[in-house]
């Protein structure tokens, strides 16, 4: 499965939050008025909605010169940081890193408290888009330990959405819960119609983090409830909400109905593209659970023309998992299979060179040995899978030929063996896509204990795992770990959960002597794992 966020990013919930009038106070001496006046206006272009984002840029270079031109640093620097905003909100992320690290360095030389707050704010906000989001954390806690007590209630609240939006991305539910609702009161008490929209829209994508889509839709109700009392139109994102947690209690002709408003070309919005992509791939979902495959074809191909025009990779890749879905609903089985294997080729590559992409911009704005060093931990992570931690199939063909070739030269034995999840499906249509996510999770340690430091272990793509082993008793350790993937007690990751793997392996022999021919091999024992009933281990002949 796909991991991927639906929640509306800190920076378009910033949309409607003020800076808070940074005080002026060590820039007015002989400029009060005019410090004032500047501050103001800053409060003015701080408070530009995020789908106009633009509009604020012009402005902010405008008043950065004339605060530099009457010496006013503070306020130099704070329209500075609207325009870093604004360039990362326009994906100039490098340029927006470097501008947010230069007034987060002067900020703390100067003790600007809330400066820093504010650049803490917009750092965790840069370190978030490049997928770096343990970073994320950290400068989201400093944005809101740094807030003084004369901090307003609606900077509070958007530094505590930010924060919540951290603890999420990091799989700590519980914690952002409970900054998401001290937000929420915030923005109620300072009667914040936008940003209590956003952190409830965020709150219901919480809860279906967590697997409660009753509580999400809950949430999503109240949220459809407030838009419509404070006549505010739900954009695509919010819609999707809503629809996903009707999706997910099997309300399908309710989530279409919910989305009906995107499907009118008259909603193509350019400003909010990723919320409409997603929308509309969740609206062929809930097209194709009814049955109506045409319409759901169609409403694809529409989500898959707008991700080509706007280059939304990860959309695109979603956008092909419910293809591979939809050739299976009409009996297409042949291309239904082939789209499954392009979408975790393209995973694989989409997430690989997202990390090089994310490695070279971090390099760029933090240009120390620190950033080198997190460079090479990108780049680490690129041949990694995301969610399990293992290696993934780029690493195994970069990788795995060298094995082989050091194998053959050395005259030493190879093993190779393909691991499927049997009946996988069902656990996320029976638990949970949360469980699922466990499932490999606690299947990856079990392999990766199972195997020791001479051996390989790998994600090659959804539920399907590789196990190199370089030992004579390859048969007797592959049925060892079938045994003991058994046995785990599955039932304290879920109740009556039981799971069981198969194992297709070969060995390097002659006639079998590159990486392409053991895969194939293995794969073939796989199927035959599979066909004779699956939970057993299919090795080569004596």
């Known amino acids: 499965m796909t991991t991927k966020s639906r929640q ?9 939050v003020a800076l808070g009038s940074l005080p002026a106070t060590e ?19 701080e408070l530009v909605p995020f789908s106009d984002a633009k509009a604020a840029f012009g402005p902010a270079v405008a008043l950065e010169r004339k605060a530099r031109e009457l010496g ?7 329209a500075q940081l609207i325009q870093a905003d604004v360039l990362g909100r326009i994906g100039k992320h490098t340029a927006s890193g470097q501008l947010i690290r230069e007034i987060n360095e002067w900020a703390a030389e100067q003790k600007h408290q809330q400066l820093l707050a504010r650049s803490h704010r917009l750092l965790s906000m840069f370190f978030d888009s490049i997928g770096d989001h343990p970073s994320a954390w950290q400068h989201a806690l400093r944005s809101v330990e740094l807030l003084d007590d004369g901090a307003s209630g609606r900077l509070r609240a958007e530094h505590l959405f930010g924060l919540g939006m951290a603890l999420q991305r990091t799989g700590a539910l519980e914690e952002a819960r409970t900054r998401y609702q001290s937000a929420l009161r915030l923005a109620e008490g300072a009667e914040d119609a936008p940003l209590r929209l956003k952190i409830l829209n965020n709150l ?14 809950e ?34 002709a309710d989530a279409e109905r919910t989305l009906r408003p995107i499907l009118d070309d008259d909603h193509l919005d350019f400003r909010e593209s990723e919320g409409l992509a997603e929308a509309l791939r969740t609206a062929a979902e809930a097209q194709r659970m009814q049955g109506l495959v ?149 299947l990856a340690g079990l392999l990766t204990d199972a195997v020791a430091k001479s051996g390989l272990t790998a994600r090659m793509g959804g539920e399907e795992f590789l196990v190199v082993l370089t030992a ?71």
């Open 8 to 16: 509306v990013t800190s920076g378009e919930a910033a949309e409607s």
């Open 27 to 45: 820039d007015a001496s002989g400029h009060g008025g005019l410090a004032e006046e500047l501050s103001t206006e800053l409060d003015e272009l």
């Open 72 to 78: 006013l640093d503070g306020l130099e620097r704070r």
């Open 204 to 217: 219901a994508w919480l809860e279906d983090d967590a697997g409660d889509a009753n509580r999400s839709l």
């Open 219 to 252: 949430i999503a109700d109240r949220m459809l409830a407030f838009a419509h009392g404070h006549g505010i139109e739900l954009d695509a994102a919010c819609l999707d909400t809503i629809a996903h947690a009707q999706l997910l209690l099997g309300r399908y």
């Open 294 to 442: 045409d319409q759901a074809q169609e409403t694809l191909g529409r989500c898959l023309r707008l991700c080509e025009d706007r280059g939304l990779g990860l959309n695109r890749l979603e956008a092909m998992e419910e293809q591979a879905k939809l050739y299976a609903a009409r009996g297409d089985f042949e291309k239904a299979y082939q789209q499954h294997i392009a979408f975790h080729d393209a995973d694989v590559t989409l997430r690989a060179a997202a990390r090089e992409a994310n490695s070279r911009t971090l390099q760029a704005v933090f240009e120390t040995e620190e950033a080198r060093y997190e460079g090479e931990r990108f780049r680490e992570l690129a041949l990694r899978d995301a969610l399990t931690g293992l290696r993934n199939r780029r690493y195994v063909d970069n990788e795995l030929p060298i094995w082989v070739t050091q194998a053959i030269n050395e005259n030493k034995p190879l093993a190779v063996a393909l691991i499927d999840v049997d009946h996988f499906k069902r656990v996320n249509d029976g638990h949970s896509h949360a469980v699922g996510d466990l499932v490999l999770s606690r």
């Open 472 to 542: 004579e008793n390859a048969l007797d350790q592959y049925e060892a770990l079938r045994e003991r993937v058994e046995s785990y007690p599955w039932s304290k990751v879920a109740p009556a959960l039981a799971v069981t793997i198969s194992i297709g392996a070969t060995r390097l022999r002659p006639g079998r002597m590159t990486q392409a021919a053991l895969l194939g091999q293995a794969d073939r024992h796989l199927y035959a794992a599979k066909t004779a009933g699956r939970n057993r281990v299919v090795f080569d002949p004596d």
